[in-house]
């Protein structure tokens, strides 16, 4: 019993580190970099001791050992990062106080045992974060972004307060142990916990920034760098986290699984199509986060925890890496460029394209049968093939001076990185402990199939022909974001608008960033 | 009748003419060249364009009161300098004065609105967004969908021009009509005039606007797209460039004026939209721009007067001292011949004290060359040479045997596309899910690998392989009947321009410089800004190369310009971030020049290491300034940290520009402030080196000089604003700062600011010339445009009269007596 606490030592301390960032200011680098380095190394420690965290069913640590883990190494890797980047910048003893609370309440997120802790833990990094998307408080467009994250989130908690209260409720328990227990011997779902399911699932919907209250994760970029680095890879999939701790009763909720999934796959598909437009290298990674939140999201509906675990932990690696090396975006330009071919020469491939498709779903098939009746591995679910295929049937959409060449070397890349997939697979698998039974609807895995096969499709269609009259009539809605944040935006402003400074005051204002103050004393 | 309207219509495409022309071009994010914003207005006085910049934008003209009273506390501006200046203002008050005055400058917003402002005014601004931020944003949105290239997968495709497309985009928005409430934008965005001249015409006509006000109204609507404006400017310039024309830029002002229209709602009485806007442009307008000059700009000079008084002391004090035989004392083993660069003065000085068998030159760092590069096996074109030119000569790396080249090419080609066919999986949606789920785990290794970097990557061999690039040498593409007779005609016109042209060493080693830094979209600014944003290594290793040409050496002779045999040039690289030289293509540099090249090679690391340790103050490294290994290694750690926001400082505090044979400033300590271009008046029998220096190296020494004053000055406008919140549009064509909002321009604020102070002081660039007047005039006399910058004050020129400096203003040659007390100006 006692070791689970040894979990929470980590939040005791980034929030001990905060406290001594507050009182070594201006300089709070030290408390942060020894905060930062703590916490990856106990967390370390702790998820090579395997520490048994009793209160949970055996198995059931996996996904809480490497989240926390890796946040843990994304704090150290962000608080060693900041402490560089924001030399010269007033405020930094604020800003290291809120990335430290921010970091111990996320932690706290994941090692909670109780849905009610957990919820409160959330509340907090919430608050932690609102902190640092108002880095700089002069920039009116940061105070209207941070509003809207704000009423985003507090809309979140309260369905997540409600679905908890209907919890309790239910079984007299917020104990996450006793919630899998309570739920694994339910035959079917009453009203009650239907409808706690599905709030909680609102609440997670919410909180990764589906459609349509995305806007506020597109428009975070107001903040310093590493912290859109910290929300995109640590703050935001925590929806899709309290979704896999809470897999034993969503899976017993059909509603719930069906909003995650339309939802999810919606928002997957939509915002993905977005990021092909954007035209500035950070608001294109947010449009990117805001469409993987949304596949983390259908994966959960569809009963594939272990997916979206995986999804969750390299997702989170890949975005933190994208938006911290977001100043390569020129070199990165240069290098397109230079591999650039005359668009003359270039052959529209739609035949290519097409063929594409069923060749790599054969290679997904193919080798998921392989794994399963020769290996003797457990199955692989029938949509991930589909899913594979949509994705690497995209390694042979460019050809060049030797095409067979290339299609061959290719085709064995992606023989090579179903593999992979694969083997991920089993990895996150074997981490979440005893299969649930996936008990989903056939309809929606083939919405799914569809969604993904059509978003495939309508890509090769504007890569292939962007001058085709398809193209140009999704254009301006798709460049407008389907004008979705601007309904929620005027919303806010209507009912509950931020405080802006007057018009007067905020035309000087957005001159003050340029004033340099020293330190704050 | 007729007539008065055909001359109105003349009048209003010249105004629209002039306001298009006075927006100073801004260079892509991939070859940044610096450039006065200011550059559109030097028809005009210094102090009276940018105090009229100052009333259509609020951009400050010099810095606030509280940094002159700073400098004057500090002692850095005294009495005398303030004396001087008012003098020269043909004013008369004391110093105290001056400093009473500071204490209460007043900074009323006194800028010229315009009638979206005064919708603004109408609006509840808490419970609604302001039309000026939403305008910006929608007319930058649309630029950057029309204008990028290389960010989006998915672009708009316009059928039509840029202004007609932002018509048609409008006539179906959404989105501005939705978030401003205002569904009549749409409405009214059909009833704009299809063409874009139309469109400013009709708008001036439904505005009425008033001839004597239409001058400034078309600049104040530019400008405040100002960022589009200058990305609209360098299309322009590049088309000029190439003998075509564009304009983009017109379509732009249509697009920003067409809002003022659909603003408009059409009422004209007194406490309307448009009356009130009437009358407040009205009671702005009719103060003239100038007539009472603020405080700070008397201070602005008597800063420059300040500097001015302690560079020509040295400059004066110190010559006298230089050995008057000009340079035939010894024979110097080496002759290295540097950009004029300010990086390379420090760099410059050290060596020459490591090694004293060594003469240094300066000289733009482009060497002359004309040139466009292409690396080999790609379409990856690039101009290598100052803004004001345009290429004329093409370079493409070759082995020097044609098979090999096939091969090498046919490789990297195949590499290239190789590596091309991973970007689809790379970037779009579909693909996204399965690159996290099969590969996002690597993310760890990236993540440690870019917090400890050791290396930075090398984009540029992408394909070559090690080999490849051991074999590639830049080199002219030339037709084979003018290669030898072109050769020597560059040859020829480099070295008179280098006043290099007889009593050559063994070894003429050609440095061109770069910069280092990781994660940096700016990075091109700190590279060579002659090369057009580049390193200076391609043109170093081309002339080299030339310069080795036997044949080329035999048309130089018959020129009377004979390099002897015991001469090799090489081609090396100043990197001014680490303060190393690196040498290419040593294995073509014969064995008798072995010995010669490794005693240069041990002169450079010294140099190196002594001036590392002289920047180390600036960078913050002050306790490592004595431990040389391990100040280099905090300056390589500092070159490739990812998180690194000042990698190094740039042209930072460049204040002046020397034309004169080194002996004049040799030994000087110059501060890393000075340009040095290397000139000997008694070689240049026409006068045609001079005009050259003047007219190219020059204006572009004040271009840098002005983007660095304006990024310091009004860093909320000409400066691009906070690093840490940049966000980099299109791949290459500038940064947001944050989310969005205008495309920003020059150079960020960590560029010449450390987070405690200013590390650039603005100060106009002090040019000073070892010529007779006569010369001096005759370039003027030539070069009106020139003659006006000067007599505009946009930049001061001074020449070495005997052991003296006088200054050349309107016309006139007046001496420089160092400034004196107060009392004794006051009696004279």
Partial sequence: ?521 | MNAIAQRSEDRVAAEIDAACRSIAPNWPLDRQIAMSPYWGRVSEPFKRALLRLNRQTGAAAAMPASYYAKAWESGTIQARHLSRAVQESGLSFSPDACVDALGSTSSDDTSLPLLSDCADAERDLRHEPAWREAITQQVSQHCAAYFDEDQADWHLRPRAGLYASWREALCHDHSIALLMHAPGVRLGARELPLDATQCIRWALNVLSIPPESLKELLQVVLLRINGWAAWCAYLRWEAELAGAADDHIVELLAIRLAWECLLDDGRRDGSSRWGNWRRQWSSRITKEVGAHLPITLLWQRAHEIAYQDHLFSQLTRESAKAPSSVGVTSPARAHVVFCIDVRSERFRRALEVVDSEIDTYGFAGFFGLPIQYTPIGTRASRPQLPGLLAPTLHVTDTTGSKDLDRRLRGRRLKQLSANRSLQPFQRLPSAAFMLVESLGLAYVGKLLRASFRRQAPNVESEGLGGRGVEQLRPDLVLPDSTTVAQRVDLATSILRAMSLTSGFARLLALVGHGSLSANNPHAAGLDCGACGGQTGAINARVLARIFNDPFVRQGLSQRGIVIPDTTVAIAALHNTTMDEVQVFDVADIPATHREDLERLRQSLRSAGTRTRAERATSLGLDAQRNDHSALRRSIARRARDWAQTRPEWGLVDNAAFIVAPRERTRGMDLQGRSFLHDYRWQDDTDGRVLDLIMTAPMIVAHWINMQYYASTVAPCYFGSGNKILHNVVGGRIGVFEGNSGDLRIGLPKQSVHDGWRWMHTPLRLSVVIAAPRVMIERVLQAHSPVRELLDHEWLYLYRWEGAGIERYLRGQWQPWAESSSPQSVAAA
């Fill in chain 1, 1 to 521: 019993m006692s070791e689970a606490y040894w979990w929470w030592i980590s939040s005791a301390i980034y929030f001990v580190g905060a406290g001594w960032a507050a009182l070594t200011i201006p300089r709070p680098w030290y408390a942060v970099r020894v905060a930062t380095s703590a916490g990856l190394i106990l967390q370390a420690c702790l998820s090579l001791a395997e520490v048994p965290l009793t209160p949970f069913p055996p198995g059931m640590p996996g996904p809480v050992t490497m989240v926390a883990l890796l946040v843990g190494f994304l704090g150290w890797i962000i608080g060693r990062y900041s402490a560089q980047y924001l030399v010269g910048e007033p405020g930094q003893g604020r800003y290291a106080i809120a990335l430290l609370t921010t970091l111990g309440a996320v932690n706290a997120v994941v090692v909670s045992a109780d849905l009610g802790l957990l919820i409160a833990s959330w509340v907090l990094s919430s608050f932690g974060l609102h902190h640092l998307l108002t880095f700089y408080a002069d920039r009116p467009p940061a105070i209207v972004v941070a509003h809207k994250k704000f009423l985003a989130s507090r809309l979140a908690e309260a369905c997540l307060v409600a679905g908890a209260v209907l919890v309790y409720g239910e079984w007299g328990t917020l104990s996450l142990t006793s919630i899998a227990e309570h739920a694994q011997s339910l035959t079917s779902a009453n009203a009650r916990v239907t409808a706690a399911g599905v709030l909680l699932a609102l609440g997670a919907i919410l909180k990764s920034a589906q459609l349509p209250l995305h806007g506020w994760l597109i428009q975070v970029m107001e903040a310093p760098t590493p912290v859109s680095a910290l929300l995109h890879a640590g703050i935001v999939n925590l929806g899709g986290f309290v979704m896999i701790r809470l897999a034993p009763l969503m899976n017993q909720i059909p509603a719930a699984q069906t909003l995650l999934v339309l939802a999810g796959s919606l928002t997957a598909v939509l915002a993905g199509l977005v990021m092909m437009t954007r035209i500035s290298i950070k608001v294109r990674l947010a449009w990117s986060t805001c469409s993987q939140m949304g596949f983390m999201l259908m994966e959960c509906g569809l009963g594939l925890y272990d997916l979206a675990l995986l999804h969750l932990i390299a997702h989170s690696l890949y975005k933190a890496y994208a938006f911290l090396t977001a100043g390569e975006a020129v070199t990165e330009a240069r290098q397109r460029a230079l591999r650039a071919i005359d668009a003359a020469t270039r052959d529209r491939g739609v035949a290519r394209r097409v063929l594409s498709l069923p060749f790599a779903y054969g290679v997904a098939l193919g080798s998921a049968w392989g794994w399963e009746h020769l290996l003797h591995t457990t199955p692989v679910p029938p949509i991930a093939p589909v899913l594979i295929s949509a994705g690497l049937a995209t390694l042979f959409w460019e050809s060049g001076p030797s095409p067979v060449q290339l299609i061959l070397r290719n085709a064995l890349l992606v023989l090579a990185l179903t593999q992979l997939y694969l083997t991920w697979h089993l990895v996150a698998r074997s981490f979440l402990g005893p299969v649930l039974p996936v008990n989903v609807s056939m309809l929606l895995s083939v919405w799914v199939g569809l969604c993904f096969i059509g978003l495939y499709a309508l890509q090769g269609i504007l890569v292939s022909t962007p001058g085709s009259r398809l193209a140009q009539a999704l254009y301006p809605w798709v460049y407008g974001g389907f004008y979705l944040d601007e309904r929620f935006t005027r919303l806010t402003f209507r009912l509950w608008p931020a405080k802006l400074r007057s018009q007067k005051q905020k035309l000087t204002s957005s001159f003050t960033t340029m004033t340099f103050k020293g330190e704050e004393a």
